[in-house]
């Protein structure tokens, strides 16, 4: 691309400080530099894990900062040594990455990767330890080593996964953080056997990954259920959009699916 290489200067979403609004602003974001991929992000979400670390409660703060990691978008550049990935792959960001040659990263056990695993107080990148977004020369943090908050963000390679590009990013974007962590709590945690009840507290995007895998559910929400309402369904509901009283649920209080 005839951007690669080169300074892009785009617009981000940036927290100057703890629990004050966003701004947008127009940041630099630099080329990738040995291991790093730059991606042109086209999908993001809003996760909690965001506004826990945007409002810094208890946590060191770190600000100016980009925040932003379940997201979708299309590699731009590569830097040296990147070999599995190639400018207009479709890709997301993996904000607990894998190095593919630690302990972690070859048991079966654990992705809790020796070098790219989740480090909420770093900032910068693993590679040089320097930020690749600026504004007027003034470094702007990372987060979790995605800050997809922005219209282009740099990651390490071990942070990047190529996806089929006939995938729409605008779905699965969510597959970064709440899809993954619903599935993997219920595959590699609970392992509940086959033939079991199952309750699942929230139907967020986490809550709603776990009730995906399971056949059969009951699923109480912790909420008003005049408000909200009380689902028992099957998965095949989830993957209609427009499903209203689908046969393949039944629903209470007359909500939809």
């Excluded at 600000?63 to 990935?85: K, M």
């Excluded at 040089?128 to 080593?145: A, C, E, L, Q």
């Excluded at 079991?196 to 909420?223: E, K, M, R």
Aim: overall charge neutral.
């Amino acid at each position: 691309m005839a951007t690669a290489g080169k300074v892009i200067k785009c617009k981000a979403a940036v927290a100057w400080e703890a629990g004050k609004p966003l701004s947008m602003e127009e940041v630099e974001v630099a080329p990738p530099q040995a291991m790093e991929v730059r991606v042109k992000i086209l999908f993001t979400s809003l996760c909690h894990t965001d506004v826990y670390f945007w409002e810094a409660k208890g946590q060191t703060p770190m600000f100016p900062r980009i925040f932003g990691h379940e997201a979708g978008g299309i590699v731009e550049s590569v830097g040296e040594g990147v070999t599995e990935l190639a400018p207009g792959d479709h890709v997301l960001p993996v904000f607990t990455g894998e190095c593919k040659e630690c302990p972690h990263c070859k048991s079966a056990e654990s992705n809790m990767c020796d070098l790219l695993r989740i480090n909420t107080d770093r900032g910068v990148m693993i590679g040089d330890g320097k930020s690749r977004f600026s504004i007027d020369g003034k470094p702007i943090y990372h987060f979790v080593g995605t800050s997809t908050f922005s219209e282009y963000t740099v990651m390490h390679v071990g942070c990047v996964a190529k996806i089929n590009p006939e995938a729409p990013l605008d779905k699965v974007c969510v597959l970064s953080c709440g899809i993954s962590t619903g599935l993997g709590a219920s595959i590699n945690v609970a392992k509940p056997p086959k033939g079991s009840t199952v309750a699942i507290f929230g139907l967020g995007a986490v809550g709603l990954a776990v009730s995906a895998l399971i056949p059969l559910l009951i699923v109480l929400q912790l909420q008003s259920a005049c408000a909200t309402g009380l689902h028992l369904f099957t998965p095949s509901c989830l993957y209609d959009s427009g499903c209203r009283r689908c046969k393949d649920c039944r629903c209470i209080k007359d909500h939809w699916c």
